[in-house]
């Protein structure tokens, strides 16, 4: 069955850093998203992708964060200048219509 | 945008009792209602999802029930196992753009 796939697992960054977060999702599928949960809490939107452009962002995803697709697999999300509440899980998800389907997630801990 | 909250926070049963789960959101507009699972370090998994069209859904166990009028919708899993012990996330859809997510509800089965 396809998944979404996520590298790294775990990252850990010093705080000012930049760090990219990879997603490859699943092939056919033509939405894209990322989503991030601070430990305990609930998932929270971070943005969506649709034909190599943002079609939607969360009051979250401000300008230290950015988004691509770098090549037809691939979908990353950058994190610049990263700060100490930037740790958390990111999830990845792609969907070909409304069903959305998660990676794994990359836990992100600045330091 | 849309809001949703979830009830109970935490529940425990014993094995092969039924758990329900409830969610509320706000935005009528809201069209389509996917429940997660999230098992400990992984990412959220689709168990059951219901459109705005169906008042009832039903895959195994697992039954999702509707009321649009009311804006409310619940999850049922029945004969409930060891292996269902995980947070159930219920989710609507925003403008058919992103989810909007509870907070989540922590379900602890007892052998």
């Known amino acids: 069955e396809p998944e979404v796939t996520q590298t790294p697992s775990h990252q850990v960054t010093q705080m000012g850093q930049e760090v990219i977060l990879r997603c490859v999702p699943i092939s056919n599928h033509l939405y894209f998203y990322w989503y991030r949960q601070i430990l305990g809490q609930k998932v929270e939107f971070l943005v969506s992708f649709y034909n190599n452009e943002i079609s939607e962002k969360s009051e979250i995803f401000d300008d230290q964060f950015s988004v691509e697709r770098p090549d037809g697999s691939n979908f990353t999300l950058k994190i610049r200048s990263t700060k100490l509440e930037d740790s958390a899980m990111y999830f990845c998800?792609?969907?070909?219509?409304?069903?959305?389907?998660f990676g794994p997630g990359t836990r992100l801990t600045v330091l | 945008g849309e809001n949703v909250e979830q009830h109970p926070s935490t529940l425990s049963v014993q094995e092969g009792d039924s758990a329900v789960i409830k969610c509320t959101y706000s935005?009528?507009?809201?069209?389509?209602f996917p429940w997660y699972k999230q098992e400990l370090g992984k990412g959220p998994q689709l168990i059951i999802d219901?459109?705005?069209?169906?008042g009832e859904k039903k895959d195994q166990r697992i039954a999702v029930t509707l009321n649009k009028t009311a804006k409310h919708f619940s999850l049922h899993i029945t004969e409930t196992q060891p292996e269902d012990s995980a947070v159930y996330f219920c989710?609507?859809?925003?403008?058919?753009?992103?989810?909007?997510f509870g907070p989540g509800t922590r379900l602890s089965v007892l052998p």
């Open positions: 989710a609507a859809d925003n403008y058919g753009q992103n989810f909007v």
């Open positions: 998800a792609s969907s070909e219509g409304d069903t959305q389907y």
């Open positions: 219901i459109r705005s069209n169906v």
């Open positions: 935005d009528s507009a809201s069209n389509y």
